[in-house]
Structure formats: C-alpha cells, structure tokens
C-alpha cells in the first residue's frame, strides 16, 4: 500500500488529468443556498469556535448561511462518514482536525479512507499543547522531566482523553523521542485527565493551552513546554518541547474538507475565501487569543499536511500498540 503523501499526490494527479467539466458557471454562483460545515465534536469546543468564527467571514462574504452542525462520535468518524456520503455539490463540508489523520492507522476497520474520500479545502489554524505537570512534581524543565522519569523509571503516569487522542499520542511520542517510561492513563474527555492531574493522581499530561491556561495562571499546574515548533504567544516565556528533543512537534489543527468529486472551481473558490477570512486582522486576533495561529494555503498544502500528519501518527501508533477495533 503507497505511504499517505504519496497516495494524495497520485490522487491529485489523477484528477488533475480528468476532463474539464462544465463546473465553472455553477461555481461562480455558488452557494445558491445554506452550506452546513459538521463537526466531529461535541459543541463549546474549540472545533466549534473555530468553525464559527470562519463560517461567519463566509456567510457574510459569500451571501448565504453557513450553518455549524455538531455531529460527535467515534473520534470524529461519524462527521466524517456523513460526509464522504454526501452529494459532492460544496453544500456539505468537514471540519478537519487530528483525528482524521490518527484514525486511519487507529482502527482496523473503517467505511471511508480519509485521503481517498475527502478532498481538501483549506487549512485554517494549528495551535500548541501544553505540557504540564502537577507543582508536586519536582522538576521544572523538560530536561528536568526527563532525568526524573528514568530515575523513576514506570512509576510516573500521564492522564490523557482516551485512547488515539491528541494528548495520549503527544505523550507516546514523548515516550518514543526521549526514551522514558510513563503510564498513560485514559479518561472519557481531557476534563477528567485534567481534574486527576490537578488533584495529583496522575504527575504529568499532554493538554489543549486553552483548557490548561487558568489552571496555569493559578499556579495549580506548571507548564514545561508546549508542543509546537514555535514558542506560542500566550505562554511566550514556556519553551517548546522541540528546544530539548529536536523535531518534536504536536499541534491541534483545523482545517475543512469536502466530499471527493466536489468540483475544482467551488474547492478553489472555498480555499480563497477562507484565506481571505484567515488574513483578516480581527479574526486573526480571536484566533490568536484561543492560542491558534493560522495556516493559510492551497488546497494541496492542506492535503500534504495531512498525508504527512497521517504517516507520523501511524509510526507513533505502531510504537504505543494502540487500536481500536
């Protein structure tokens, strides 16, 4: 089986070299009516917030309602097959985070493969996890952290929002990088991996920025680093993992498909008018107040970035043991 990047570069190729379509009037007056962007999660999250924020800038810009609909379930795949099973006329779309690339090694079977059956839009944000320990924790530095963790080699845990999450995969990719052992341990949600490591039955965790910041700020956890390539604005004193363990990265990102065969002319008017949205100084600021920057591009830097993500899971996968059936 071809490597994810190179499946999306076969399959960009592929229809690159399909005969032209009489799209091109329809596209210029699309939409005609509601487009409805389904989520994977449950509302009040940042998926949501994100979502709303950009389909807002379209309604306004393209002259119909882009409606926000929470479809949460099975790590995002219930949004996702809704999707891939929707007519490909643009009026159907994904918002696209980590679990879609995750899930494709993550469980044995599925109905849909993500890369075949989504087309990608367009990128939007990526912002950082933070990684924290509870203040009992005796050290201050990832190096710190590090030392700590082979002299008590097994007897540390890290709490994490269930199997194949961002938080535990950014944990075992630690675990993987820095060669230390650690616990994990799963909760339903980040809300009781995050209650557990305030109270101190677990010592370290993997979480959003967002959902930690207050917590931070209150000194009831202490934050070692957060996990982008780049130190983030809200915490800019924190170092980045990657400062300690070169080429350690996770983010959580959003972005919007749609379903395959969705004409090139609606794609290509989508993608500009969410980087028009992106570029936007108002926008940017929200976004950047929840932690996030923005991650502007083609339709094909999306889907690289996602074929990429999909082949670093599925080594990190492999290494954790982790599947679900």
Do not use: C
Request: glycine content about 8%.
């Amino acid at each position: 089986m071809k490597p994810p990047r190179r499946r999306f570069l076969h399959l960009a190729a592929s229809a690159a070299a399909l005969p032209t379509v009489p799209w091109i009037a329809w596209a210029q007056s699309y939409p005609a009516r509601p487009v409805r962007i389904i989520i994977g999660f449950a509302p009040g999250g940042i998926a949501e917030i994100v979502a709303r924020l950009i389909g807002q800038s379209l309604s306004e810009r393209l002259g119909q309602p882009f409606i926000i609909e929470s479809r949460p379930g099975a790590a995002s795949n219930i949004a996702t097959e809704a999707v891939v099973r929707a007519p490909p006329d643009g009026y159907t779309l994904l918002q696209v985070s980590p679990p879609a690339a995750i899930n494709a090694t993550l469980y044995e079977r599925l109905n849909f493969n993500f890369i075949r059956d989504i087309a990608p839009v367009a990128g939007m944000v990526r912002g950082p996890l933070v990684m924290e320990v509870n203040p009992s924790v005796p050290v201050t530095t990832v190096p710190e952290f590090i030392a700590y963790t082979k002299a008590n080699a097994g007897k540390l845990s890290y709490s994490s929002a269930g199997i194949g999450t961002s938080l535990h995969l950014a944990g075992e990719l630690f675990k993987m990088m820095a060669s230390v052992e650690m616990v994990p341990v799963h909760y339903r949600g980040s809300a009781p991996a995050l209650t557990d490591l305030i109270g101190g039955q677990v010592q370290v965790m993997f979480d959003i920025l967002l959902s930690s910041l207050e917590f931070i700020r209150a000194g009831k956890l202490r934050p070692l680093a957060v996990t982008t390539a780049i130190r983030s604005e809200v915490l800019p004193d924190v170092p980045t993992v990657g400062e300690f363990l070169p080429g350690y990265e996770v983010s959580s990102w959003q972005g919007i498909g749609a379903p395959r065969k969705t004409p090139a002319e609606i794609i290509e008017k989508l993608n500009r008018e969410i980087n028009v949205a992106l570029a936007d100084p108002k926008i940017k600021a929200k976004l950047a107040d929840l932690g996030n920057t923005v991650i502007p591009g083609s339709p094909a830097d999306f889907g690289n970035f996602i074929a990429t993500e999909t082949d670093k899971w599925a080594n990190v996968i492999k290494f954790a043991g982790a599947k679900i059936y």
